[in-house]
């Protein structure tokens, strides 16, 4: 034990030496970092990081080794000689047929990491977890009888988190091949496209960000269920509109299609977050006549949100409106009153 303690203690000094006397291991460590601060970036798999790993470890195994011999050659012979330049020009080459080497291995994994980014790869990730117990299940809760809000929806039965990780692992998918996620008929297909979307509007810059609301917006027939609306309204079209005329969610509201008026409200979400209620108010009470259950469901979930951040507004709102509040939205507003305030507005 007191030994390996020891040859951990001079294997420290070796590498403070040459950190300290060598400029090119202090660069080659710099971008060691980066490579792997990428490589964890842009979701690289485990093989992929290894890979990588391995790259730069090679080249500042390499550069040590070369280190090692060009002071050893300067012991045995201070003066010029032949040889010993020879031995050290092989050394420097030993280093730079290393740095070849693990650029290439790099950018192998690259090529490989964002070809491998499409979406038909997606599809047969998504396809490959899927579970046929599971699915069922999920077309019961989903109501996909004829008839029925989501008749027809295809399922392969993955769970939210399997989809999280499928969206995060593709985020770096073109919109291209996003688009052609949306297409599916695979419910789970796309929801992750959605995810994806999110993910890719949280680091993208304004115009990036006008492109994906513009993508969102021409494909809303797609988002045809409560699930993928709520993943994906208020993160993407909701702050985007933050500060922005917000016509389109009025449009929305007027909507024959379902889930173009669930959009409208729940997009919202994200004015409450920044205390900003007067749009879910207006919208509310567009969507107080709504013949669907899903919406009284949302326009109640979106104003008990606007309570959490002032109660007042919401207590108000309800005593002005309570004529023409459907009573699964007033159930849903005040969930988080106390018992005895829910009695006293359920018997209003």
Same mark, same amino acid.
């Given at each position: 034990m ?7 203690k ?7 030496s040459t950190?300290?006397?060598?400029q ?7 971008v ?8 964890f970036?842009f ?9 990588c790993?391995i790259a730069?470890v ?8 070369n ?12 003066n010029?000689?032949?040889v010993i330049?020879k031995?050290?020009?092989m ?9 070849f ?11 490989n990491?964002?070809t491998?980014m ?7 990730e998504i396809k490959n977890?899927?579970?046929?117990e599971?699915?069922?299940k999920s ?5 996909t009888e004829k008839?029925?809000y989501?008749?027809g929806?295809v ?5 939210v ?7 995060k692992?593709?985020k770096?998918?073109?919109?291209v ?12 297909v ?8 999110? *993910? &890719?509007?949280?680091k993208?810059?304004?115009t990036? #960000?006008?492109?994906?609301v513009n +993508?969102y917006?021409?494909?809303? =027939?797609?988002?045809?269920n ?5 993943t994906?309204?208020?993160y993407?079209l909701?702050?985007?509109l933050?500060?922005?005329?917000k016509?389109i969610?009025?449009?929305?509201s ?13 997009s919202t ?6 205390k900003q209620?007067?749009?879910t ?13 899903l ?6 979930w ?11 507004? *919401? &207590?108000n709102f309800?005593?002005?409106n309570?004529? #023409?509040l459907?009573?699964?939205? +007033?159930?849903?507003?005040i969930e =988080?009153?106390s018992?005895a305030?829910r ?6």
């Open positions: 007191i030994t390996a303690i020891k040859s951990f001079y294997a420290v000094r070796g590498l403070k950190w300290k006397e060598e090119n291991f202090k660069i080659e460590v710099f060691g970092f980066i490579v792997l601060f990428y490589a970036y979701s690289f798999t485990f093989a992929e990081t290894v890979f790993l730069v090679m080249v500042l195994v390499a550069e040590i080794i280190t090692i011999v060009e002071d050893l050659c300067n012991k045995i012979q201070p010029q000689d032949s330049e031995i050290k020009d050394s420097a080459a030993f280093v730079l047929v290393t740095v080497g693990s650029i290439g291995v790099g950018l192998l994994v690259i090529i990491h964002f491998y499409t979406y038909s790869n997606v599809v047969k977890n899927s579970s046929k599971k699915a069922e077309k019961r809760f989903f109501k008839g029925q989501g008749f929806d399922f392969a039965g993955l769970t988190p399997e989809i999280n990780k499928v969206a692992k593709y770096e998918i073109s919109l091949d996003v688009k052609e996620l949306l297409n599916s008929k695979i419910h789970e796309r929801y992750v496209a959605l995810n994806i979307l999110v *993910l &890719k509007y949280e993208a810059d304004e990036e #960000r006008k492109n994906i +993508l917006l021409k494909n809303t =027939k797609k988002i045809n409560w699930d993928l609306v709520d994906s309204a208020s993407i909701g702050d985007y933050l500060n922005k005329n016509d969610l009025y449009k929305f007027k909507s024959k299609l379902l889930w173009e008026r669930r959009i409208s409200i729940i979400h994200a004015f409450i977050k920044h209620f007067q749009d108010l207006k919208i509310s009470r567009e969507l107080f006549s709504d013949k669907e259950d919406i009284h469901k949302a326009v109640g979106m104003l008990r949100e606007v309570g959490k951040k002032d109660a007042k507004i *919401l &207590k309800l005593k002005e309570i004529k #023409r459907p009573r699964t939205t +007033l159930r849903y507003a =988080k009153f018992p305030e009695k006293s507005f359920l018997r209003m």
